[in-house]
């Protein structure tokens, strides 16, 4: 599926070994777990194969330190073009689209099994009525039109806010966030957070820059198809079009940026109580919206951007109910248009696809059935991947990394020039407390009263939603389960969360470039060795270091630290800035500047973890580069990645993370290791030197 807001192997089948090793379970248990197993098999044989670096990859006309992304990545990058039905593609993309055919082969067993578990049955299900194209277009707009005719019957304010409230508790929030999470001041407690929302654009920006003029005229153009394919008379779609883009300006008004969002955590917490709220916003009438979330009305929660819902109460009275009508019968349609007929997914893909992201092929219907699977159903299936997708060497050896690479970490902090011992103090504190998650959960959610069919698509991915949003609103006020994950195992991508003070590395990352049970040591440093470490930098970022070592919103530091702090991260600010990703576009260094610490931290901490394990082993000098130039190699081949032009576009504007060539030499160049690993000269491109070289964790 095309989603409005973008979301980020070495197989084995031994899964009894696999389970006992995680157990500790007996031979009959054992035998029991394999029996289980066998139930779903994996033909590796079809699967996409997997991205290592290889020195014959290496361009020998781009020197190493002249650009170092260019001399690993050239003739990778050359040789691959983004396939049609992508926006990008390198390591990430390689490692996702066998990750889906994996996920694709368990699927299609879990819809044919005749005595499915209660996750299979969910699988199968979902599967089976998404690849149904008949069905689908059969039923047309029929599973919306309790929803629609629900928006058509708003008469009036009072009727107009019920709608509002109601529509949310089954899911379907057309106006803003609404979720539990930990309490910023007491990260043991969940409370009710709501966040700004409403946009079918990627940021504010894209209503009111000149740059991206262009796109709000298609994006109007959008909302007028998609509303004429819901019913709506053609002259008529295109006025109401109009006012739609007209009422979400509005909202983009009063909203914060995603640069804003991004490099302030704090705005995301505004504790109020609910008398507080109701005089912010009388029309909206909070207190009778906690009731139809089922949640009891709170002492306290977090109201983010006041300014956002403020506005949305003074729209409920001065906005005429028909704009209202107009906006909300767009999203209905246009949220749900993934899981619709061919026309409506058509449109979704026209727009959101090609148009903002220049994606030239739609994805075949399995891929976009996977993505709406993962996307509300993501850990039934991820039990099935686990089974036969991860090996139990690959968890007991990411283990021994992740000991080593905090090992490492304890002593770049314990020797900081730049950081007095009473930060130092608070700063191991939190080293202390850090919590590795590896592979998958180790307990799985429990998905008892989820009903799916093979009646409908749509119908089970709304039955999915409600019950996620329920099962996400019986946490308020609850404590938090520290146990639960954040993203499926077959996601190829990894976390840190500040509120739990955790770093979380799902089996699906874990295959070459980033992990290889059998390879060398130095690229399992350079590769997932570098991602650990980034994690745990994470944790002293510019917004991660604004939480203690129990994951509440706290200052642990002196104020001289603080400031020069600031000023090594400005510094950083101020490399990535220079970086030209297009013609006249640069990188935002303020927006990417927690990943951009992270990077350079992390590769600088899996350095001295790789240099530590070594010890006075000699060097293999494999295929003519030593130990250390192969780490940085490695390095260089995670960050392997072409865009399409929009796609960058759009990442510029958007995206928390620099693009992948400057993430492939950021970092590095900041590194007397590199140079001397690559026998730079001073004055070379890829060398920063004296003031300018940024030393931070």
């Not at 806010?161 to 899911?171: D, E, F, I, P, R």
């Not at 300006?249 to 909203?255: D, I, N, P």
């Not at 007929?341 to 075949?364: C, H, I, S």
């Not at 129990?550 to 200052?555: D, I, L």
Request: charged content about 20%; proline content about 4%.
């Amino acid at each position: 599926m095309n989603s409005k807001n973008p979301r980020v192997l070495l197989l084995s089948v031994a899964v009894a070994t696999a389970l006992a090793a995680c157990s500790g379970q007996d031979g009959t248990a054992a035998a029991a777990a394999s029996a289980e197993a066998a139930r779903v098999t994996l033909d590796e044989s079809q699967l996409q194969a997997v991205n290592r670096f290889s020195a014959a990859d290496v361009d020998p006309a781009v020197a190493a330190c002249t650009d170092f992304g260019a001399h690993v990545n050239g003739p990778w990058l050359a040789g691959n073009a983004i396939p049609g039905d992508r926006t990008s593609w390198g390591s990430f993309e390689v490692l996702t689209e066998r990750s889906q055919q994996i996920q694709r082969q368990l699927a299609e067993q879990a819809a044919a099994l005749t005595d499915a578990s209660l996750t299979e049955k969910i699988v199968g299900d979902l599967w089976a009525t998404g690849m149904d194209a008949e069905a689908i277009n059969a039923q047309g707009l029929a599973p919306l039109q309790a929803d629609l005719d629900a928006i058509a019957a708003i008469d009036g304010a009072d009727a107009l806010a019920g709608y509002l409230h109601s529509s949310a508790a089954s899911g379907n929030n057309a106006l803003f966030r609404f979720h539990a999470g930990p309490d910023f001041k007491d990260s043991a407690t969940n409370i009710a957070y709501a966040m700004q929302g409403g946009l079918g654009l990627p940021d504010r920006s894209y209503y009111f820059d000149a740059a991206h003029a262009d796109k709000l005229v298609a994006y109007q153009q959008h909302v007028a198809r998609v509303l004429a394919l819901s019913g709506v008379d053609a002259a008529a779609a295109d006025k109401q079009a109009a006012d739609v883009v007209a009422f979400e300006k509005r909202l983009a008004g009063v909203s914060k940026s995603r640069v804003e969002l991004s490099r302030d955590a704090e705005l995301r917490y505004n504790p109020v109580s609910l008398a507080d709220a109701e005089k912010l916003a009388p029309a909206f009438g909070w207190a009778k919206f906690f009731e139809a979330q089922g949640v009891a009305a709170p002492a306290m929660f977090s109201l983010a951007i006041p300014a956002f819902h403020a506005e949305v109460g003074t729209m409920l009275a001065d906005v005429p109910v028909a704009t209202w009508q107009s906006y909300l019968r767009f999203h209905a349609v246009d949220d749900a248009s993934p899981y619709l007929g061919d026309d409506f997914v058509q449109a979704n893909y026209d727009f959101y696809a090609k148009t903002l992201r220049g994606q030239q092929e739609m994805q075949e219907r399995g891929k976009r059935v996977l993505d709406a699977l993962n996307g509300v159903a993501g850990e039934t299936l991820g039990q099935m991947y686990v089974k036969v997708a991860f090996p139990a060497e690959s968890k007991a050896q990411m283990e021994a990394l992740v000991k080593n690479l905090s090992d490492a970490l304890k002593v770049r902090i314990e020797n900081l020039a730049w950081m007095s011992d009473a930060t130092k103090v608070k700063a191991m504190e939190k080293w202390a407390s850090f919590t590795p998650k590896i592979g998958y959960p180790d307990v799985w959610r429990d998905w008892t009263g989820l009903a799916t069919s093979r009646d409908s698509f749509i119908g089970n991915v709304q039955a999915a939603n409600a019950f996620n949003y329920a099962w996400n609103m019986g946490k308020i006020g609850k404590p938090v389960d520290r146990s639960e994950w954040g993203m499926s195992p077959q996601t190829v991508n990894a976390y840190y969360r500040s509120s739990a003070n955790e770093i979380v590395f799902p089996a699906g990352i874990l295959q070459p470039p980033f992990f290889d049970p059998a390879a060398t040591p130095e690229l399992n440093y350079g590769g997932i060795g570098a991602v650990i470490g980034h994690e745990m930098i994470h944790g002293y970022d510019d917004q991660g270091s604004r939480f203690g070592p129990t994951g509440n919103f706290e200052n642990w530091w002196t104020d001289a630290d603080a400031a020069g702090f600031k000023q090594l991260t400005d510094q950083l600010v101020a490399q990535f800035n220079g970086y030209e990703a297009a013609p006249g576009k640069f990188v935002n260094g303020k927006l990417t500047l927690g990943e951009n610490i992270a990077d350079l931290g992390g590769l600088a901490v899996a350095y001295d973890a790789m240099k530590t394990a070594a010890g006075d082993s000699a060097d293999p000098m494999t295929d003519g580069l030593s130990r250390d130039q192969r780490f940085f190699a490695n390095w260089a081949t995670v960050w392997r990645r072409n865009f399409t032009d929009e796609e960058l576009a759009v990442r510029l504007a958007t995206d928390s993370h620099a693009p992948a060539n400057f993430r492939a030499v950021g970092a590095p160049s900041n590194l007397p290791a590199f140079a001397a690993a690559w026998s730079c000269e001073a004055g070379s491109p890829m060398i920063r030197a004296g003031n300018d070289q940024i030393v931070i964790w």
